[in-house]
């Protein structure tokens, strides 16, 4: 148990030193939503420009998502975007949910290093893809996601976190 504890204790100095918010370094060392849902209503996958992989399951009754998981292939900024993303849609109508932006998710990460925003919008896409697959609408991203963060960073995350 004590290997256990120095190991996250590790992980936890490590992800701090690297730039990764309080919340998000919680989010990735917890894993809360991570995993499938059996009989979920609808499954969606989306591939990030890194190679990063996300597969959304969500489970929705009377337009309102009851549950959703990811299951993630990727780094700690593509995990905890994700969970974070489940947080702030859960319990949500799904027209609500599709309004949730990057920097929804950004301000409820509290910090990601910069080089990881692009995991941000994974999470984001990917999940908007699914809903609106669900719907019956058109996936907003049938592509991988090929945006990436620089130090002049103009994108919707790094706008709304000033």
């Known amino acids: ?10 992980e936890y100095k490590m992800l701090s030193e690297a730039g990764y918010g309080d919340s998000a370094i919680k ?8 995993g499938s849902i059996d009989n979920a209503d609808h499954i969606s996958e989306n591939v990030g420009s890194c190679g990063d992989t996300m597969k959304v399951y969500l489970k929705i009754e009377d337009n309102i998502i009851q ?8 780094c700690a900024g593509a995990i905890s975007s ?8 859960k319990g949500q109508s799904v ?11 950004f301000k409820s990460l509290e910090n990601v290093p ?8 994974l999470a984001v896409k990917t999940m908007h893809k699914g809903l609106k697959e669900y ?7 049938d ?3 090929s945006i990436d963060c620089q130090k002049s960073c103009t994108q919707e995350c790094c706008k709304k976190s000033e």
């Open 67 to 74: 549950d959703t998981r990811y299951e993630i292939v990727g």
């Open 27 to 34: 989010y990735y060392l917890e894993k809360p939503y991570m």
């Open 135 to 141: 719907k019956g609408g058109t996936a907003i991203m």
């Open 114 to 121: 910069e080089k990881k925003h692009h995991c941000i919008q």
């Open 95 to 105: 027209e609500d949910a599709l309004k949730i932006n990057d920097g929804d998710v």
């Open 82 to 89: 994700a969970m974070a993303m489940v947080d702030l849609v």
């Open 1 to 10: 148990m004590a290997a256990d504890i120095s190991t996250l204790n590790s």
């Open 143 to 145: 592509t991988p996601v």
